[in-house]
């Protein structure tokens, strides 16, 4: 069956970095957007950025562009998130997705498969 494993959660202070990777297994990787959404206690699940099949193309959520990027390695099976000048509004579950289609989509009902999470937590 399809497994997403992300990793790489953490405490980090204000302005510091973490980077996440999510492990997948069970499907054909170069054939799926990846993409990494974030939810917040009493918030809805945000999209954060999205990496097309090949890795030509990467859409970002407004409050993260410029901090963040996304790369993968079909090699590998790997999506990544680089995430840098971390803010106290980014603590949130980060969530690996993905999603069969060409198209990089931004609502999370739209995906097909989710990871479990990881906590990513920022002290100010």
């Known amino acids: 069956q399809v497994q997403l494993v992300e990793s790489g959660g953490g405490l980090v202070q204000a302005g510091g970095s973490l980077r996440l990777s999510c492990a997948s297994s069970?499907?054909?990787?170069?054939?799926?957007?990846m993409s990494w959404f974030r939810q917040a206690p009493g918030k809805e699940r945000e999209f954060v950025a999205g990496i097309s099949w090949v890795g030509s193309n990467a859409y970002y959520g407004n409050s993260v562009k410029g901090r963040f990027t996304i790369s993968r390695d079909n090699a590998k099976n790997t999506v990544s998130l680089q995430m840098n000048s971390l803010k106290p509004e980014d603590t949130a579950v980060y969530y690996c997705?993905?999603?069969?289609?060409?198209?990089?989509?931004?609502?999370?009902?739209?995906?097909?498969?989710w990871g479990q999470g990881t906590q990513v937590t920022v002290s100010s």
């Open positions: 069970g499907l054909t990787f170069s054939n799926f957007v």
């Open positions: 997705a993905a999603d069969n289609t060409p198209a990089i989509r931004t609502r999370a009902p739209e995906y097909d498969y």
